[in-house]
């Protein structure tokens, strides 16, 4: 992501919503999309009308606390500055606070009314009020300033919004009955530990699940996914009118995953570190209804020794057609090797007159 967005200065700002209304969005998850949206909207709108430029945001959801609590908030990384509608870039630094406070207040309350049934409206009223009328300057609303240069910043950020509910080295012990994990107490500024069954544990941790299908980091304004390309390309037709070239508009090359695990350990993830082959993707095998089958296998070769695979696995041949068994390749027998036990297989397939070698995990 560091590297796809404008190399400009982006600030990490954080919606939250009162206590008491935490619950009605876990019994009612359906509101969590338009929950992101709104705050997005509210930031978009504040440089539409103030500076009219469309900013980039890239919004995440976290929906747990410290101690694994339900407590939904935004995250949101948004460029300081923005793009005028003639391509041109206007850097600001500038958040009001207090008016988005309010503001952000002001539609998760509309929110909330307009989405549920009248019933329960008229249960909820008195949290409703209660929320409106102890946080008078608005809900709680965080965008510090960040320091270092752009891409420290961006990759603080991104890592920050794509963390899960609790990192493992936060667990302190379990002994098969109870949890103990450690949390940062924000009240009192202290750190501390909680005991809990396995079950109540289990509890806390699963309500973090997102619902099937939800997008947790969704992308808005110059950042949406189908204008991205489009509003670089306008920056970078401005920058070369005015000589300009601080946006940093450019597209950078996306690595792929091969690029970047060889750029961050050093070593070719493709490549296997016994015999210093490549790896070749020759099929792929899965469980369905309790039993082993080959999902996907790029030859007949390929095939047959997955479905030998399984069967060394299971101690189950899987059950051919006569046709089938007429074109089977015969099966070697096995050749003794210093690598047996290993719980290892080799592949091979001939490509560009070379011998290349695919190791999967047994």
Same mark, same amino acid.
């Given at each position: 992501?560091?590297?796809?967005? *404008? ?17 009605? #969005? ?6 969590? /999309? ?12 504040? *440089? ?15 929906? *747990? ?12 990384? %948004?460029?300081?500055?923005g793009m005028a509608k003639d391509g041109? !870039?206007?850097?600001?630094?500038? %958040?009001? #606070? ?8 002001? +539609? ?5 009314r307009r989405t549920l049934p009248e019933?329960?409206?008229?249960k909820i009223q008195p949290l409703l ?11 709680? +609303? ?8 752009? /891409? ?17 080295? &936060? ?23 909680? &005991?809990?069954?396995?079950?109540? #544990? ?13 997008? +947790? ?20 037709? !401005?920058?070369?009118?005015? /000589? ?12 792929? !995953?091969?690029? &970047? ?9 493709? %490549? ?22 080959? /999902? ?8 047959? %020794? ?41 592949? *091979? ?14």
């Amino acid at each position: 992501m560091a590297e796809d967005v *404008f190399q400009v200065n982006h600030r990490h700002m954080i919606f939250t919503i009162d206590e008491g209304l935490r619950e009605i #969005f876990l019994k009612h998850r359906e509101m969590l /999309k338009e929950y992101m949206d709104e705050a997005v909207r509210i930031v978009q709108e504040h *440089f539409e009308q103030k500076h009219k430029v469309r900013p980039g945001i890239i919004a995440g959801l976290h929906t *747990f606390g410290s101690r694994l609590n339900f407590n939904p908030h935004v995250h949101m990384l %948004v460029t300081m500055g923005g793009m005028a509608k003639d391509g041109s !870039w206007k850097n600001y630094d500038y %958040v009001p #606070f207090q008016k988005l406070r309010k503001a952000w207040q002001t +539609v998760v309350l509309k929110l909330i009314r307009r989405t549920l049934p009248e019933e329960e409206k008229k249960k909820i009223q008195p949290l409703l009020q209660k929320a409106y009328s102890e946080n008078e300057e608005g809900f709680y +609303v965080h965008a510090p300033k960040q320091k270092g240069n752009v /891409k420290a910043q961006l990759g603080y950020i991104g890592r920050y919004m794509r963390r899960p509910a609790i990192a493992v080295d &936060r667990i302190v012990s379990y002994d098969g009955e109870t949890v103990v994990f450690g949390y940062h107490d924000k009240t009192d500024d202290t750190d501390k530990e909680e &005991r809990l069954s396995v079950e109540e #544990f289990i509890s806390r941790l699963i309500r973090h699940i997102p619902d099937e299908q939800f997008k +947790v980091i969704r992308h808005y304004g110059i950042y949406a996914r189908r204008a991205k390309n489009i509003c670089k390309a306008k920056v970078k037709e !401005w920058q070369e009118k005015v /000589k300009k070239t601080w946006v940093k508009a450019k597209q950078l090359m996306r690595r792929n !995953w091969r690029e &970047r695990q060889k750029a961050q350990t050093g070593k070719d993830p493709m %490549v296997c570190p016994k015999c210093e082959c490549y790896y070749e993707y020759k099929g792929e095998v899965c469980l369905e209804e309790g039993k082993l089958r080959v /999902k996907y296998a790029s030859c007949k070769t390929a095939k047959a %020794v997955l479905e030998r695979m399984i069967c060394d696995l299971t101690g189950v041949e899987e059950e051919k057609t006569s046709q089938e068994k007429s074109k089977e390749i015969p099966r070697k027998p096995k050749q003794p090797s210093s690598e047996q036990g290993d719980g290892q297989l080799c592949l *091979f397939a001939v490509s560009g007159g070379r011998s290349h070698s695919a190791k999967s995990g047994a």
